[in-house]
């Protein structure tokens, strides 16, 4: 791990989305690692970019805020970067079906001017893009591997999995060096909490602090997987320094599945008190569910070295602790 982590020395790195969740925990480690690190974001406010998730690393980066749709900046942030880590996107699933045509823009026009732009300007450039667990839908079969049918539920599903075949395409096509990793729940420090939009498990860490109780849906025995955000950023920085990960798709998955129910007991418990209450599926939520899920990341693992971590009850730990202590950034 450590000689493939080294190839980030002082190398020129470039993170669309650096201010939200997953780019801005990965436009630090890349910092720790010693890259010339560029991050770009468009602040929107609806999407989870904050000002605070770079908080102390203001001078050991740069920062640019912008939209990837501005095809002459875009031009100019790509130039000499080694490595393009692509986390800007809209990823809310309700969003995407409430605005469909916003989240064509963020997901399908934003993922090819990414892609045009190092084409025409940096053909060379490794390039990450970050996919979803939702473009399969509904599983058949769990774990759900690389094989599993493509049958999204969503508007962000549909979108997501035409971002993947664009960059599967440019790869063919132009030879562009691109790796697309399917993420499953992230969770972790800096994760948007001030409400559900982004993800569920957010706003549960939100009403906990507050001593609110945790709404599960329904009789919470569906099953998910969750991968800690740091084990994620591993992911991305092991996918962009594994040449044999070009021109591939990945499924990332956690270490073990929980039911929801099971996931809310423990957050009371390592919250030291708490509690839940089970309300109907709101039915904006009930037609877009897709039940149990839980991913195998094998193919990844094998094709990278990668391997998670941070098991569920430390990373519930961690985060519960630090918005104990930073959520005036975040409320």
Not at 148 to 173: C, F, M, Q, S, W
Not at 184 to 201: E, H, I, K, S
Request: glycine share 10%; proline share 4%.
């Amino acid at each position: 791990m450590r000689d493939l982590l080294n190839s980030y020395r002082g190398a020129e790195a470039f993170v669309t989305g650096g201010l939200g969740f997953i780019g801005s925990n990965l436009a630090r480690r890349l910092a720790d690692l010693g890259a010339c690190v560029t991050v770009l974001d468009s602040m929107q406010p609806e999407y989870g970019g904050n000002r605070f998730n770079l908080d102390g690393y203001e001078e050991r980066l740069q920062v640019r805020f912008g939209d990837l749709r501005d095809e002459p900046a875009l031009a100019r942030l790509v130039q000499g970067q080694r490595y393009v880590f692509h986390l800007a996107g809209q990823v809310s699933h309700l969003d995407s079906m409430r605005d469909p045509f916003a989240d064509l823009e963020s997901n399908c026009r934003g993922q090819l001017c990414l892609l045009e732009a190092c084409r025409r300007h940096n053909p060379r450039a490794r390039i990450v893009n970050t996919s979803t667990r939702q473009v399969y839908g509904r599983p058949t079969r769990l774990p759900v591997d690389e094989g599993h049918p493509l049958a999204p539920v969503d508007v962000n599903g549909i979108h997501k999995l035409a971002g993947e075949a664009y960059h599967t395409l440019y790869h063919r096509v132009h030879g562009l060096r691109t790796t697309s990793l399917r993420l499953t729940n992230t969770y972790g420090p800096r994760m948007r909490v001030r409400d559900a939009r982004q993800m569920f498990l957010g706003f549960w860490f939100r009403r906990l602090v507050e001593e609110l109780p945790l709404e599960v849906y329904g009789d919470g025995a569906q099953k998910r997987d969750f991968n800690y955000v740091d084990d994620v950023v591993d992911a991305l920085l092991f996918a962009a320094a594994s040449s044999n990960a070009e021109g591939e798709i990945y499924n990332l998955g956690g270490t073990e599945a929980v039911s929801l129910l099971d996931l809310a007991q423990q957050m009371i418990e390592l919250n030291g008190g708490g509690s839940f209450q089970q309300v109907p599926f709101p039915p904006e939520r009930k037609g877009i569910d897709i039940g149990d899920y839980y991913a195998s990341s094998s193919r990844f693992r094998s094709a990278s070295g990668w391997q998670p971590a941070v098991g569920l009850r430390d990373g519930l730990s961690r985060t519960l602790e630090y918005y104990r202590t930073h959520r005036a950034h975040y409320w």
